[in-house]
């Protein structure tokens, strides 16, 4: 098939990638289509990703700007990528206020948007927040023809060691439970109760008592990481470097939830985002609503 037949059927079936088989010194590569698998990119993209990213653009925007005012931060943005304001705008109203009545944004929109959070274009937005793992499991797979025999054998054989390791510990941990328990000083596991993270057993793996996920110990988040209530007094950032104190999750009931460290979510796995004082000003409350806050 040549290339532009190719480019043709792209209107029935997307095409991902063009693979062509070269050998070259006894060697094969995979020889994909940039341009082809750019092409497919964009059209299989969906409506979340792309609100996420016109999300994140205007976040950024409102760290820079002094006024959150819709036209004020699309302005902002404007200011440093190849947009005209009204276009940012249509994109805040379609992906931040909803409206799909608006139609989708166009290919270089969207690109010129992933240029400004930090991104190529929105392959690039794509390839390193969904595609990397992917990625990496097939730049494994290409392996040269000359020692394919060898690596089978060796990964069979290492196949071979685990399984049989794994047997015997569990024959251990039955017959000699305190061995696989960890009591007393020696936890290496941790799990999640409600607003901070408690040392296991690691025999509970893969859930705990409380039904959450036990996971290897990690000293600094078991420390740090925890969950907290905040009021506007709150320090929410460093007084020294500005640098953020608290990071927020909203949960799909819309109520927010604040953490003293960064990372994923202790239990749905969704990246917390750091606090800015345009989340403070619309979602921290004022004061504590408990009975003792206030003044009698």
Request: charged share 30%.
């Amino acid at each position: 098939m040549e290339a532009g037949e190719v480019i043709a059927d792209t209107d029935r079936t997307c095409v991902r990638h063009v693979l062509d088989t070269n050998k070259i010194g006894g060697s094969q590569r995979l020889v994909l289509g940039a341009d082809l698998s750019k092409i497919c990119i964009f059209r299989i993209m969906d409506d979340n990703r792309i609100k996420k990213i016109v999300q994140e653009a205007f976040d950024k925007a409102r760290e820079k700007s002094v006024s959150q005012a819709k036209y004020a931060l699309a302005k902002q943005i404007g200011e440093e990528v190849n947009l005209s304001y009204r276009t940012l705008e249509r994109a805040y109203d379609r992906y931040i206020n909803g409206r799909e009545n608006l139609g989708p944004q166009s290919q270089e929109t969207i690109d010129e948007l992933c240029r400004y959070i930090g991104y190529k274009d929105y392959a690039d937005y794509v390839d390193r927040n969904y595609s990397s793992r992917k990625k990496r499991e097939k730049k494994n797979l290409i392996i040269d023809d000359g020692r394919k025999g060898f690596s089978k054998t060796w990964m069979y054989g290492a196949i071979a060691i685990i399984a049989m390791g794994g047997l015997v510990w569990m024959a251990y941990t039955v017959a000699i439970p305190e061995i696989g328990s960890y009591k007393g000083s020696n936890q290496l596991c941790m799990t999640w109760a409600d607003s901070l993270y408690l040392e296991v057993d690691c025999n509970h793996i893969p859930f705990s008592p409380k039904g959450t996920v036990v996971e290897p110990l990690d000293p600094v988040r078991l420390a740090t990481f925890k969950k907290v209530k905040v009021t506007q007094s709150y320090p929410f950032f460093k007084k020294d470097t500005g640098e953020p104190l608290i990071w927020y999750f909203k949960n799909k009931d819309g109520r927010m939830e604040y953490y003293t460290a960064p990372g994923l979510h202790p239990t749905n796995g969704e990246t917390l985002r750091k606090i800015t004082p345009y989340i403070i000003q619309k979602y921290v409350p004022l004061h504590s609503t408990r009975e003792d806050s206030f003044v009698r």
